[in-house]
């Protein structure tokens, strides 16, 4: 399985950063752009700076993360700019080489979180993106959202397992697949001890529910007290039961890190960090798999 990294637009300007990454076992990089990216007039010469240094550096581009509302914007909510971003986005995916892109499912948060509301709302939402995937033969991936222990009236859509599988489901369409986010998952059903509570969530069945359907993964850790975004192995999710449920469903993607980097100011302790990175997803693997 090759191994990815989030990374977001502009370190992807600094060559020498992404040859870093490179260097550390990363065959590729999940892309995340900037709100500052996607307004600026110059968008389309970042782009092209950031696909000469990506081949330069020797990686690919498999997925990226589509923009998203903030999580407490109401899923019939309508942005203009937001909804221009996330399409040129998917517009500019074939170019990069990526063939999924992660989107946030959106809740009916000023309708007391009703999942038929929410439900409807992201069909329709999706129905008009599929238009864009389609012209560009590039699949979009509705990502699983958690619940935080401190709000759990706050049933964020597509945190349960039933409600992804039937978005998914209902959308019936090829170039439509689930992001399985594996730090989000862990958090379900916990405490602010990340001990485990009623009612419970069963994280490898959940993930077996998803069986095919998981195109790309966002991998990271915490102790299921909070989506942390740490390496893997900084925490109890339970790589060694969950990899191989994706591998025996067939997961065609990259071993993708959604990391927390953007914290450092010290470009060393940044990539001393990424190295950390990629030996733990190297032999990570390596013992899970045996190659």
């Known amino acids: 399985m090759k191994k990815g990294i989030q990374i977001n637009d502009y370190n992807c300007l600094d060559l020498a950063f992404l040859k870093h990454v490179k260097d550390c076992g990363f065959d590729g990089i999940d892309l995340y752009f900037k709100s500052n990216t996607l307004k600026s007039s110059d968008r389309d010469r970042i782009v092209d700076t950031i696909l000469y240094n990506l081949d330069v550096a020797g990686l690919t581009c498999p997925q990226v993360h589509l923009p998203y509302y903030g999580i407490q914007v109401s899923s019939e909510t309508f942005d203009q700019v937001m909804e221009e971003n996330i399409t040129y986005v998917l517009s500019i995916m074939p170019r990069l080489g990526a063939t999924w892109g992660a989107l946030h499912p ?145 997961f065609p993607g990259y071993f993708n890190l959604e990391v927390e980097t953007s914290h450092f100011k010290d470009p060393e302790l940044c990539d001393a960090f990424i190295e950390l990175c990629g030996t733990t997803a190297r032999a990570l693997i390596k013992e899970i798999t045996g190659k």
């Open 106 to 250: 959106m809740s009916s948060t000023n309708f007391g979180f009703d999942r038929k509301r929410a439900m409807q709302d992201n069909i329709i939402k999706i129905q008009n993106y599929l238009k864009t995937a389609e012209k560009y033969h590039i699949g979009i991936a509705v990502e699983n959202l958690p619940v935080w222990y401190d709000v759990p009236q706050n049933t964020y859509f597509c945190s349960e397992v039933e409600d992804h599988v039937e978005l998914v489901d209902r959308l019936n369409h090829p170039l439509i697949g689930v992001c399985w986010d594996f730090g989000h998952a862990n958090i379900m059903g916990c405490d602010q001890f990340g001990r485990p509570v009623e009612p419970y969530y069963d994280k490898k069945n959940a993930l077996e529910t998803m069986g095919n359907r998981v195109k790309i993964i966002h991998a990271h850790d915490n102790f299921g007290d909070y989506d942390h975004h740490y390496c893997p192995t900084i925490g109890n999710v339970n790589w060694h039961e969950l990899i191989p449920i994706l591998i025996r469903n067939g």
